[in-house]
């Protein structure tokens, strides 16, 4: 893990500040939104017996819609264009899911995980490639 003095000679004082704001409303969204998606997961496995992997992907995608939303507004205070951002997001989100759906199906079919440690360990890839891929090149 880098060091705040690394972060700071690497990006710069004023930079590493804002990384670090970014980064914590990344959470606080990034946390709303999974709790979203982990009650959309939940509902439709436990309520309408679908298997994990579709429930996790459509779970995803709607979590994603507010998180854009959330994100463009709140975390990055985005003055991109829509037009510009959006597909920017769509195609990051895109890699996103592939990457949840690939550790969902992988932890619950090959590992035989519960599907909800399936999807922490899902949420967790997503949530570093979607920070950084996001920070660098959507907002």
């Given at each position: 893990?880098?060091?705040?003095?690394?972060?700071?000679?690497?990006?710069?004082?004023?930079?590493?500040?804002?990384?670090?704001?970014k980064l914590?409303?990344?959470?606080?969204?990034?946390?709303?939104?999974?709790?979203?998606?982990?009650?959309?997961?939940?509902?439709?496995?436990?309520?309408?017996?679908?298997?994990?992997?579709?429930?996790?992907?459509?779970?995803?995608?709607?979590?994603?819609?507010?998180?854009?939303?959330?994100?463009?507004?709140?975390?990055?205070?985005?003055?991109?264009?829509?037009?510009?951002?959006?597909?920017?997001?769509?195609?990051?989100?895109?890699?996103?899911?592939?990457?949840?759906?690939?550790v969902t199906?992988?932890?619950?079919?090959?590992?035989?995980?519960?599907?909800?440690?399936?999807?922490?360990?899902?949420?967790?890839?997503?949530?570093?490639?979607?920070?950084?891929?996001?920070?660098?090149?959507?907002?």
């Open positions: 893990m880098m060091r705040t003095t690394d972060l700071k000679a690497t990006l710069g004082t004023r930079s590493a500040i804002s990384v670090r704001r914590g409303r990344f959470l606080l969204v990034g946390g709303f939104c999974t709790l979203l998606q982990y009650i959309l997961l939940t509902a439709m496995v436990e309520g309408f017996a679908w298997s994990a992997t579709p429930a996790s992907t459509i779970g995803y995608i709607v979590s994603a819609s507010v998180n854009y939303l959330l994100n463009y507004c709140f975390t990055f205070e985005s003055s991109a264009r829509h037009a510009r951002s959006l597909p920017r997001f769509g195609v990051i989100t895109g890699f996103g899911l592939v990457l949840n759906g690939a199906y992988v932890g619950t079919t090959v590992f035989g995980a519960h599907y909800l440690v399936a999807q922490a360990a899902a949420t967790c890839v997503t949530l570093l490639w979607n920070f950084f891929a996001n920070l660098r090149w959507t907002f």
